[in-house]
Each structure stands twice: as structure tokens, then as C-alpha cells.
């Protein structure tokens, strides 16, 4: 068993007025070489967005882009036809594939809308672009892991170019559960939302991430209220 740990009060931290954000990764103007990647997983960014203000549009080529608002809504336009809000309770993929340009903006001119954009290296490269989008309202379960993305589109969640799951479970104090590894050579990265929990007997508090890889499985135990995303990615990159 391997593992890696990144508190929150560690990460990369750009502050632009209109934008907070916090990166796990080397992302922008922080650089870390000891923090550019956990296996396909590239970026991990949270981002608070001041009322009314967003990204212009900008490109994307070969990347997963997965977008999860946890609070408010986050208004989402690309070069492939879609314009669509995404809300907190959603999950979001874009798949850039070829090469797509989008544009994302705080919907709301009254609240802030916080969310984490996520980057995952593709399994194929000059794929068709893609969009998917779910609300997991409908398929969230207390005290256990739910799946939210998978690379099966006949699967629960949204769907991506990659052999990778991604699981949100909601915790009450003293629950507990097992995480089993869903291919060989995967790993985990544990990203804590909200409370505390711990891994390995590693006490994890909001924004830590915790990474654990040459397991078949592993248990999480809340130790209070708590809700964790994890994401199960290969741990080897390839060339890109």
C-alpha cells in the first residue's frame, strides 16, 4: 500500500478578485513538482466565483473536464451547441477531445457559486467532443459511496473517456465504509467536502486529499458529519 497526503491549508492558492481558487495540483502560476499529478488525475481545482463573473471562453484538446458545483449555479456555454446551468447537487463532463471552447459563468448576480473543476488525462486521444450532465438527486444514498462517474455510458453517473469511477458518499458521525478498488493497478483520491473522516487511521478535515493506490480495498469511518468525493483513476498517465 501506498499513500500520499495534501492538507488543504497546503495547496496552491490564486486570488483574482472575481476568482478564489485553491489548487491541489500545479495549475496557472503555482508549480510543485512534487504535486503535478495523482496518475491521470491532473487537476483538482476549487473555485469560489464572485457574483455575476466567470471564465470567457477559452480551449480545451484531449482532457476530461468534470465540473461538481457545491454551492449555486454555474452557467456553462461551449462550441458544440450547448448551453446549459449547472446546479449544486450536479455533476458535469465535458470531453475535449478533438479540440472545444467553452465559457463558464456564476448564473446568479446575488451569491457566489463555489465548484471544483476537475481534470482527467483521456484514455484516447482526437476523440468526437462530448457533453453529459446529471443531477445526482435522484440517486444519492446516506452512509454509503454512490457512483457518479464511470467510462461505461449504460452505468449510473455521467461517462468518460477513461478507466476511472468517481464516488460522492454523504456520512453521519460514526458511520462507516468500504471503498473496493474497481480495476487492478487503480488508485484513490479521497477529497473531503465537508467534516471529518478518517483513512488508514488518518484523521482527514474539509480540503484535505488523500491518496492511496496497490490496494484492493479500503475503509472510511466519519468521525464527524461528512461528505467525501473519491475518485478511482489508473495511476500511470501515459504521454501527453
Given amino acids: 500500500m501506498n499513500t500520499v497526503i495534501?492538507?488543504?491549508?497546503?495547496?496552491?492558492?490564486?486570488?483574482?478578485?472575481?476568482?478564489?481558487?485553491?489548487?491541489?495540483?500545479?495549475?496557472?502560476?503555482?508549480?510543485n513538482p512534487e504535486r503535478m499529478n495523482f496518475g491521470v488525475l491532473r487537476v483538482l481545482n476549487d473555485d469560489i466565483v464572485q457574483k455575476g463573473m466567470g471564465f470567457g471562453t477559452h480551449p480545451h484538446k484531449n482532457m476530461e473536464i468534470i465540473s461538481i458545483p457545491l454551492k449555486g449555479d454555474l452557467e456553462h456555454k461551449d462550441s458544440i451547441g450547448n448551453i446549459t446551468v449547472i446546479k449544486?447537487?450536479?455533476?458535469?463532463?465535458?470531453?475535449?477531445?478533438?479540440?472545444?471552447?467553452?465559457?463558464?459563468?456564476?448564473?446568479?448576480?446575488?451569491?457566489?457559486?463555489?465548484?471544483?473543476?476537475?481534470?482527467?488525462?483521456?484514455?484516447?486521444?482526437?476523440?468526437?467532443?462530448?457533453?453529459d450532465q446529471i443531477s445526482i438527486k435522484d440517486i444519492e444514498k446516506d452512509n454509503e459511496f454512490y457512483q457518479?462517474?464511470?467510462?461505461?455510458?449504460?452505468?449510473?453517473?455521467?461517462?468518460?473517456?477513461?478507466?476511472?469511477?468517481?464516488?460522492?458518499g454523504k456520512f453521519t458521525k460514526g458511520t462507516s465504509d468500504e471503498y473496493k478498488i474497481k480495476k487492478e493497478g487503480n488508485g484513490v483520491y479521497a477529497f473531503v467536502l465537508?467534516?471529518?473522516?478518517?483513512?488508514?487511521?488518518?484523521?482527514?478535515?474539509?480540503?484535505?486529499?488523500?491518496g492511496i493506490w496497490d490496494i484492493a480495498s479500503f475503509k472510511l469511518k466519519a468521525s464527524e458529519n461528512a461528505r467525501?468525493?473519491?475518485?478511482?483513476?489508473?495511476m500511470h498517465a501515459g504521454t501527453f
Fill in 6 to 31: 495534501h492538507r488543504a491549508k497546503t495547496r496552491g492558492e490564486a486570488n483574482h478578485g472575481w476568482l478564489n481558487s485553491n489548487h491541489t495540483f500545479s495549475f496557472a502560476n503555482y508549480h
Fill in 88 to 131: 449544486e447537487g450536479d455533476v458535469q463532463i465535458l470531453s475535449a477531445g478533438t479540440g472545444v471552447t467553452h465559457s463558464e459563468y456564476n448564473k446568479n448576480k446575488d451569491k457566489k457559486v463555489e465548484f471544483l473543476q476537475i481534470w482527467v488525462f483521456p484514455k484516447t486521444k482526437n476523440t468526437v467532443p462530448r457533453y
Fill in 148 to 168: 457518479v462517474l464511470s467510462p461505461n455510458k449504460e452505468e449510473q453517473g455521467v461517462w468518460l473517456n477513461q478507466d476511472a469511477w468517481f464516488h460522492i
Fill in 194 to 210: 465537508e467534516g471529518e473522516v478518517e483513512i488508514n487511521n488518518e484523521k482527514l478535515t474539509p480540503r484535505d486529499g488523500y
Fill in 228 to 234: 467525501v468525493l473519491l475518485m478511482e483513476v489508473p
